[in-house]
């Protein structure tokens, strides 16, 4: 099965970007829940919780806003061990608990999945307001794009169009 898990708070602009993400990716592939083994799940701020959800016997694919240092709506996809090297940097997540405290947990569990991705987004304003930037919000079809090409390459024939 493959888990797409969207990560953020709504409440603060850019900071929600795996919400909204997931939410229009939701939009552009209805099918993709009822239809095949994806299951989307809406993280939040990203809680202790989401152990339960990563299993070692599925695909984890991760939506969120990340630091990048880019301008804002640069989308990166980064996946496994690049991924996981990616997250270890200071800095990298706008969480109090992040991902990496996540991943450190399934590992210590021996749960971590072997393919995980992340799609990243710079944000450009973390504030209150439940919209998005324009350019993080001109980011999202091409992030959607990657999340596709993502679950094509780990075989999941639900993601072909």
């Given amino acids: 099965m493959a888990v797409i898990l969207g990560i953020g708070n ?8 795996g919400i ?5 990716i939701r939009m552009q592939n209805p099918q993709w829940e009822s239809e095949f083994n994806i299951e989307m799940i809406d993280g939040g701020t990203l809680s202790f919780e989401l152990l339960a959800e990563i299993q070692a016997d599925q ?4 939506l969120d806003a990340v630091n990048l240092k880019q301008a804002p709506g640069s989308v ?4 496994a061990q690049e991924m996981d090297q990616f997250l270890t940097q200071p800095g990298k997540s706008v969480h109090e608990v992040s991902l990496q405290d996540l991943f ?3 590992r210590l569990l021996d749960q971590l999945p ?6 990243g987004i710079q944000p450009e304003t973390i504030d209150w307001g ?3 930037s324009q350019s993080v919000q001109q ?12 679950l094509e390459q780990w075989g999941e024939s639900s993601a072909r169009r």
């Fill in 104 to 106: 450190d947990m399934s």
């Fill in 114 to 119: 072997q393919k995980r991705a992340l799609i």
């Fill in 130 to 132: 439940s919209h998005l």
């Fill in 59 to 62: 695909e984890l694919l991760v």
């Fill in 20 to 24: 909204h993400l997931l939410n229009y």
């Fill in 139 to 150: 980011s999202l079809a091409y992030a959607a794009i990657q999340a596709n090409l993502v």
């Fill in 76 to 79: 990166y996809c980064l996946q």
């Fill in 10 to 17: 709504t409440l603060l602009k850019d900071e929600g970007i």
